[in-house]
């Protein structure tokens, strides 16, 4: 099993924002995790991707516990993600937004960290070259030296994504990918996140409020509500399951009152 999310859970100063949650994702599935605003998925992914430690619970990237890493460890061993509020540096170019993500194989000598010695040219050369080759395939290459802001809502989102793809991950963390889009730009995303399945084979969670995009791709989905799971199966079970539909229409009701 490539991820394996046992039994964690997480406190911030007495609200107990995930309780008990488990997955597994395993190579090209995809999982979805749906539930109401402060149902705990952000806080699953920042658990996961090492944002926060969990208060209990394990977590498992093939088979090495990565539980108690700190983030940029995790990013190193695959664990790429993107965020609900896209988070792109202004007045750095789309490409460059991209190389900030890239970590050098072989280190500079200090000489190297100041000159432009052949080794540290050779590994900014192929770092630039894996960006566009990242942002071709998010079909972003027409625009690498364009500033983020003047791209379409849609384009920031796939920016972010081949910002993640740069980790060369294993497992691709996508929170609220969907939000913001239009539903031309909704169609377009999930065709890219079920293509960057297929092709690199990774295990792909998605938070998701846009059903339509959730339902449609995910082989499972985990509903969370309060911090619990109240339910998980495929598209279908969750959507006839009697505690997921009695979440969803309280919720509704509450934005109705
Ligand atoms: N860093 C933090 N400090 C304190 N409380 C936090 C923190 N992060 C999350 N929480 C709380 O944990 C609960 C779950 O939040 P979380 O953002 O994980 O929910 P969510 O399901 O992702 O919500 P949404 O759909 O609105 O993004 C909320 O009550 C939130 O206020």
Excluded at 17 to 32: H, L, M, P, Q, R
Excluded at 174 to 191: I, K, M, R, S, Y
Excluded at 219 to 235: A, E, L, R, S
Aim: overall charge negative.
């Amino acid at each position: 099993m490539l991820l394996q999310v046992s039994n964690i859970s997480k406190n911030f100063g007495g609200v107990q924002a995930t309780k008990d949650f488990s997955v597994t994702v395993d190579k090209g599935e995809i999982v979805g995790i749906i539930g109401p605003n402060g149902a705990g998925k952000t806080t699953i992914f920042n658990v996961i991707s090492g944002v926060y430690t969990a208060d209990e619970g394990s977590i498992l990237l093939s088979g090495q516990n990565v539980t108690k890493l700190p983030q940029h460890e995790i990013t190193k061993l695959g664990i790429g993600r993107t965020f609900q509020n896209i988070r792109l540096f202004k007045g750095l170019s789309i490409i460059e937004n991209v190389m900030c993500a890239f970590d050098p194989q072989s280190k500079y000598s200090f000489i190297g960290s100041i000159i432009p010695t052949p080794k540290r040219k050779a590994e900014e050369k192929r770092g630039k070259e894996l960006c566009e080759h990242y942002l071709e395939i998010v079909g972003l290459k027409d625009y690498i030296n364009e500033a983020p802001e003047n791209l379409a809502y849609g384009y920031q989102r796939r920016l972010e994504i081949a910002r993640a793809l740069m980790c060369n991950p294993k497992v691709l963390l996508l929170d609220e990918p969907a939000a913001g889009l239009n539903p031309t730009e909704v169609g377009e995303l999930t065709e890219l996140i079920l293509k960057l399945s297929k092709d690199f084979g990774f295990a792909t969670m998605l938070i998701e409020h846009r059903l339509e995009l959730v339902m449609g791709i995910s082989h499972k989905i985990v509903v969370q509500n309060f911090g619990k799971t109240i339910g998980v199966g495929t598209p279908k079970e969750v959507q006839n399951n009697p505690a997921v539909i009695e979440a969803y229409l309280g919720a509704e009701e509450e934005d109705n009152a």
